[in-house]
């Protein structure tokens, strides 16, 4: 696949994995929705039922910034499988014209933001690596 290949489909792509490490060591995978722009990847807290505004997910990039995103698509034809790797690095945005941009990004990706844009933490994913695969 090449870089195009991979943009593209991780572009259009819905939902997305988040690997991030825990204190332990132990890693930590999620699924996640976001919006990019390049090599440069969002993702807002929403207001779907959480604990806390504050996930583990930004409480394990402010320690360890290193990241891993995985966006696949499946189905039981074998010969349309694909994957796409992101390895990154993220940081949590303080308010600012940036935070807006990244949410304004999601509203546009995701109508479920029109009614009520996400207005938790943003993260930024800058992707140093993309790596891909593809059955077809």
């Known amino acids: 696949m090449t870089l195009g290949e991979m943009r593209?489909?991780?572009?259009?792509?819905?939902?997305?994995?988040?690997?991030?490490?825990?204190a332990s060591g132990a890693p930590h995978l999620v699924p996640f929705c976001f919006a990019g722009e390049g090599d440069v990847f969002y993702f807002a807290v929403d207001a779907k039922p959480k604990r806390t505004e504050r996930l583990q997910r930004l409480r394990n990039t402010a320690r360890e910034p290193r990241v891993c995103v995985i966006?696949?698509?499946?189905?039981?034809?074998?010969?349309?499988?694909?994957?796409?790797?992101?390895?990154?690095?993220?940081?949590?945005?303080?308010?600012?014209?940036?935070?807006?941009?990244?949410?304004?990004?999601?509203?546009?990706?995701?109508?479920?933001?029109?009614e009520q844009p996400p207005a938790g933490p943003v993260l930024r994913i800058d992707v140093e690596r993309w790596t891909g695969w593809s059955a077809g």
């Open 8 to 22: 593209e489909r991780v572009m259009t792509a819905r939902v997305a994995r988040l690997a991030t490490v825990g």
């Open 71 to 114: 966006v696949d698509h499946y189905e039981e034809d074998w010969s349309r499988l694909w994957w796409v790797r992101l390895d990154g690095r993220a940081r949590e945005l303080t308010a600012g014209w940036e935070a807006e941009r990244a949410t304004a990004l999601l509203v546009a990706k995701y109508t479920q933001y029109r």
